[in-house]
């Protein structure tokens, strides 16, 4: 069921890849199979508010003791498909980022130092035990990276008002994504030297090339919604500017090319800000 709160969830955004049955093994096929079926299933503001609700303790749960046994689920051409949670992989990933994005004095108050070691260990041993391991969803706050974007077109785009808040999000099939990337590289490869934004790129590709050709490939601006005016948001063609970008590299057009980009930077520098307005 979902679960009723007032909270807002954090100002995140998620690609996530949603798998065919066919692509999982028995028994866990089967047990997708029979979860798909359920008449509700949890929503990502009950994954969000589930992962807040284990930092509450003393000391905190950085990481679920156990794998979740939730997923999306989408129904593609007759298809079912499935996103798991996958909860405690990403949670330990996380960890790895956090002393890049906060201040040692930060990190240390909200996770002591014993605590992250713990984790890490744990990590370790359950690497050790699934080295092929990888997320379905990967996960960005207070912006969309623009290779994201690479993957999707305009026309893929879903607007939609809610009862609390409005959602926006893309839906490709795989292989649609995946010609996206390789002809975005190609792109930018022939006009930019070697970077952020190439190395970013290679690196989605490769995520992608893990799963089955026929998935079905989602970005969610998820908790964003509340970070940007609704006005705005229904403005957003963010794939769009970084389609027309791309196309201006392509024919040699660097000052169209820079248009493009700087509307799309604007807008998400301005959401960005946001995080440090009192």
Sequence with gaps: MALASSVRVPYVAYLRVYEPLAAFPEPERSYWARYATREVTPTAEDEQRRALADLLPTPPVPVPVHESGDAFVAVVDDVTCVCPWRTRLRGWQALESLEELLPASVLDAALPPVVRRQAATDYERWRERNPDARPWIRTATWHVPVRWFVLFDDDEREY????????????????????????????LRDALEEGPLVDGLVDVGRWLEDFHPRSLVELDYGGLVHAVPEGQLVEDRSAAEVAEGLAALREGDGERAGVAYGKLSQRWSAVRERQFSS
């Design 160 to 187: 939609a008002k809610g009862d609390r808040a409005p959602a926006l999000r893309y839906r490709t099939p795989m292989a649609q994504a995946r010609r996206r990337v390789a002809r975005g590289l190609r792109t």
